[in-house]
C-alpha cells in the first residue's frame, strides 16, 4: 500500500512538472506569431503592430522593399542570393527567415511580421558585430538566442501558453535585464551596416559610442507609460519623434546679418539611421509690405545653400552621388552630430527686410531617390515634414 501511494504520489508530481519540460526542451517558439502575445498583452501588441519593428520586412516597408527588390529581387521567391550569399538584410528586417535561411517572406506569417515579440524576447546574450577576422556580424547573427525559453527584462517566472491555444504547455521566462535593459539589446542591427565595398551606412550605435553612451536607446525610444515600457519604439518615420530631436532658434545682431542656431538634444547624429535621410533649413525674409525679399533656396538648398542640408554624402570613385549599395566613398558627412550645437551666419541682401521665417524640413529620402521611386515609394513617404520654425522681427 505505501509502495502504491509513492507511486501515486511521483506520477503526480511527474504529470506536474511534465509541461514545463516540454515547453523548455521541445517546444520551439520560432514560429509563435506575435498576435498570441497579443491575447494577454493587447495594449503592447497594437503598439508594435503600428511599429517599424512590425513594418521592417521589404513586404511591409515601401522604401526598403524599393532597395530590397532593386539590389537583391523580389521578397517573394525562395532561395536568392547576393553574389552568391543570403542576404544580409534579412538578418535584421526579417530575422525569423534568417534564422532558417528563407528567403520567401509571404510563406509564413512570421517571416512577414518581421522584428516581432519573438526576436527580441528570445535573445539571450549579445556578442558584439566585429568578427574577429575583420567584417560584421549583423541583426540575429549578433546575438545567441533560445528557441524554448522567453527572456523578459525582470526576475525568471513562468510565463503561460504563448502559441494561442492557453492549453499548450507554459514556457520558461528568465530575467535577462543586462541585454533587455541596455543598448545591447539593439546594437545588432543599430550599431553599423556597411554595404559591399565596406562604405559605412547606418552607424547610429557608433555615433552614441562617441559621447560615452550618454543614454540607452529605451529611454527615447520605449519610455515607461503607466508603468510599462511603450512598444511603439518611434524613430526616423515619425514625425513626433525626430521634431523633438533638434532645437531652432534665430538672432540678429543688425537688419542684414543672421543667425540660425540648431542644437542636437540627442546622443547620436541628427538624422540618424539610413544614409538617404536628411534635414534642410529655409530661410524667408519678408518685407514691410509682405512679400518676400529674399530666401537662401530658389528650389531645394541642396542645389544652392548646402550649408543648410544635414546629410550623410555618398560617391562613387569619380566623386559623383552614388545611392547607399554602389557607394564607395564618403563624400561628406553635414549631419549634427550628438549633442552638437551649429551657428549658421547668413548675409541679408538689403535693409527693407523686416521679418526673418525658418523652416526646418525632414526628409525620409533624398531629391533624387524620390525622383527615382515615384512609382513604388507612396507620397506620404516622399513629402517634406515641418519639424521646426521660428520667426524673428528686424
Given amino acids: 500500500m505505501k509502495n502504491r501511494i509513492l507511486q501515486t504520489l511521483f506520477t503526480i ?5 511534465q509541461p514545463f519540460a516540454i515547453a523548455s526542451e521541445e517546444q520551439s517558439l520560432r514560429h509563435v506569431e506575435s498576435k498570441n502575445c497579443g491575447q494577454c498583452h493587447q495594449q503592447i501588441y497594437e503598439q508594435w503592430q503600428g511599429s517599424m519593428h512590425a513594418q521592417s520586412t521589404a513586404l511591409q516597408d515601401p522604401i526598403h522593399g ?4 532593386g539590389v537583391i529581387g523580389s521578397p517573394k521567391l525562395e532561395d536568392i542570393k547576393k553574389n552568391g550569399k543570403y542576404p544580409v538584410c534579412l ?4 530575422p525569423t527567415a534568417a534564422k532558417e535561411g528563407k528567403t520567401k517572406l509571404d510563406s509564413l506569417a512570421v517571416y512577414q511580421e518581421g522584428v516581432n515579440c519573438i526576436t527580441c524576447h528570445t535573445l539571450t546574450k549579445f556578442n558584439g558585430t566585429k568578427k574577429a577576422g575583420g567584417g560584421l556580424k549583423l541583426g540575429i547573427s549578433a546575438y545567441e538566442y533560445s528557441d524554448t525559453k522567453l527572456q523578459g527584462p525582470s526576475v525568471d517566472k513562468v510565463h503561460p501558453s504563448v502559441d494561442g491555444s492557453n492549453q499548450s504547455a507554459s514556457v520558461e521566462m528568465q530575467g535577462n535585464a543586462a541585454l533587455l535593459k541596455t543598448n545591447n539589446a539593439c546594437l545588432g542591427c543599430h550599431e553599423q551596416r556597411n554595404n559591399s565595398n565596406k562604405v559605412p551606412l547606418c552607424q547610429t550605435g557608433s555615433e552614441i ?3 560615452n553612451n550618454a543614454a540607452d536607446c529605451q529611454s527615447c525610444h520605449m519610455p515607461v507609460v503607466n508603468g510599462k515600457r511603450d512598444h511603439s519604439m518611434l524613430g526616423g518615420h515619425s514625425k513626433e519623434m525626430v521634431t523633438q530631436g533638434v532645437l531652432l532658434s534665430l538672432a540678429s545682431k543688425s537688419k542684414q546679418q543672421l543667425a540660425v542656431t540648431l542644437k542636437n538634444q540627442l546622443p547620436h547624429n541628427f538624422p540618424t539611421g539610413a544614409p538617404f535621410r536628411n534635414v534642410f533649413l529655409r530661410i524667408t525674409a519678408y518685407d514691410a509690405t509682405g512679400k518676400v525679399a529674399w530666401s537662401n533656396t530658389a528650389s531645394h538648398p541642396i542645389q544652392d545653400d548646402k550649408k ?3 546629410m550623410y554624402a555618398l560617391g562613387d570613385d569619380e566623386g559623383k552621388p552614388a545611392s547607399p549599395p554602389k557607394a564607395t566613398q564618403v563624400m561628406y558627412d553635414s549631419r549634427l552630430k550628438p549633442l552638437e550645437l551649429r551657428v549658421i551666419h547668413y548675409e541679408l541682401p538689403n535693409s527693407n527686410i523686416v521679418k526673418v521665417k525658418a523652416e526646418l524640413f525632414y526628409d525620409l529620402l533624398l531629391p533624387a531617390l524620390k525622383k527615382k521611386f515615384s512609382e513604388k515609394i507612396p507620397a506620404e513617404l516622399r513629402q517634406s ?4 520654425t521660428e520667426e524673428i522681427t528686424l
Fill in 91 to 94: 538578418q535584421c528586417h526579417a
Fill in 209 to 211: 559610442a562617441s559621447v
Fill in 66 to 69: 524599393a532597395f530590397y527588390q
Fill in 13 to 17: 508530481i511527474f504529470l506536474c512538472i
Fill in 385 to 388: 515634414k515641418l519639424i521646426a
Fill in 308 to 310: 543648410s542640408v544635414l
